[in-house]
T-cell receptor, first 117, second 112 residues
């Protein structure tokens, strides 16, 4: 069975602090994709990143960075120098590919990040 | 602009009154799906469609219907809404390889 676990329910930081959101996943698929989405208070789901299971390179995009480690089945997300606008719920998600997969995204429960000024 | 458009954004209705939430995408995506988001339960898939006239149940299909008569549209139909269908609904689309999902802005439905 596929599963995504975001153990941190809520995180509160002060602006300019760095913060890491953890994501651990379970799957038997050899090929899969991992995603991070941001859900601001307005409610929409904003795509942040997609990572192929064969690509373990870390990625950096501005203040955001992602650490994918297949050996520990983790796909952690770090925000450097957090800002108030980063306050949102962040979801990690998993999708299998190939025949037999329905394309369903398996979401974690989400981590609520509050950045205080 | 590439997007998934859901309507309405907000809807309050009464128990038993049929309603349709529309979803349209302009990216020529084959794959479309519906999710509902509930506190404590997260996001769960309701129905999905691999292509025109091909639909299948997700994890929580009870009380919902869908259709895929055209590639761009994937409406969610609640024939007889009940209060337990009060939720935030998202439509999503993806190319056939299902490696990139675009979500609509969401529909917040309240059934009283």
């Amino acid at each position: 069975a596929q599963k995504v676990t975001q153990a941190q329910t809520e995180i509160s930081v002060v602006e300019k602090e760095d913060v890491t959101l953890d994501c651990v996943y379970e799957t038997r698929d050899t090929t899969y994709y991992l995603f991070w989405y941001k859900q601001p208070p307005s409610g929409e789901l904003v795509f942040l990143i997609r990572r192929n299971s064969f690509d373990e390179q870390n990625e950096i995009s501005g203040r955001y960075s992602w650490n994918f480690q297949k050996s520990t089945s983790s796909f952690n997300f770090t925000i450097t120098a957090s800002q108030v606008v980063d306050s949102a719920v962040y979801f990690c998600a998993l999708s299998g590919v190939g025949s037999g997969n329905t394309g369903k995204l398996i979401f974690g429960q989400g981590t609520t990040l509050q950045v205080k000024p | 602009e590439a997007q998934v458009t859901q309507n309405p954004r907000y809807l309050i209705t009464v128990t038993g009154k049929k309603l349709t939430v529309t979803c349209s995408q302009n990216m020529n995506h084959e794959y479309m799906s519906w999710y509902r988001q509930d506190p404590g339960l997260g996001l769960r898939q309701i129905y999905y469609s691999m292509n025109v006239e091909v639909t299948d149940k997700g994890d929580v299909p009870e009380g919902y219907k869908v259709s895929r008569k055209e590639k761009r549209n994937f409406p969610l139909i609640l024939e007889s809404p009940s209060p337990n269908q009060t939720s935030l609904y998202f439509c999503a689309s993806s190319p056939q390889d299902r490696v990139g999902y675009t979500f609509g802005s969401g529909t917040r439905l309240t059934v009283v």
